[in-house]
């Protein structure tokens, strides 16, 4: 038993590394870097500087070794897009609110699918049966991304009554009540679930 443990530990970091490094590279195989090809146009030295900075400025094998090595002491540098801040500091920031949808989304679908189950189950081979197939079907294969605009489009403009699609922007703070903040993530509860 703990070698099977051990094995599937092994097997998820090895499995993390692959997603690590690909993301890396992947980020790093377009031309140019987020300095250079920024919205700001900034002058050459301010450039040069924020490159040497930022470590663009060095080989890549050895900026994915610096990359590495950040991510192991749990530091993952300062924003490059949004500059003073650090990305660790934002991803700790933002963590709770995204932990809370991705909940909500997971007691969302495990009772809704719990439900249609049961339901598909006692009408086997009927209409149920094979519309609930059907949802199940859509819902696996079409991306959450797409959902989630086609669901604050759809629902959120035309059912809801809203003049335009709700933005991120109007999203709450802690001192929000919590029923007040619920209702900012009923919408991306369902496309996550």
Known sequence: MIKHILKRIGIMILTLWVIITATFFLMNSKPGNPIRT???RLPEEVIVQLERKYGYDRPLVERYGMYMKSLLKGDMGDSVITPGMNATDMVKDFFPASARVGLQAVTFGLLVGLI??????????SLADYFIMLIAIIGVSVPSFVLAALIQTWVGKSWL?????????????????????????????????
């Open 116 to 125: 249609l189950g049961i339901i598909a189950a006692f009408k086997r081979n």
């Open 38 to 40: 920024g919205q700001k």
């Open 161 to 193: 009554g809203q003049n335009d699609i709700i933005p991120t922007a109007l999203w709450y703070d802690q001192y929000t009540p919590v029923g007040e903040r619920f209702k900012y993530t009923i919408l991306p509860t369902i496309a996550l679930s």
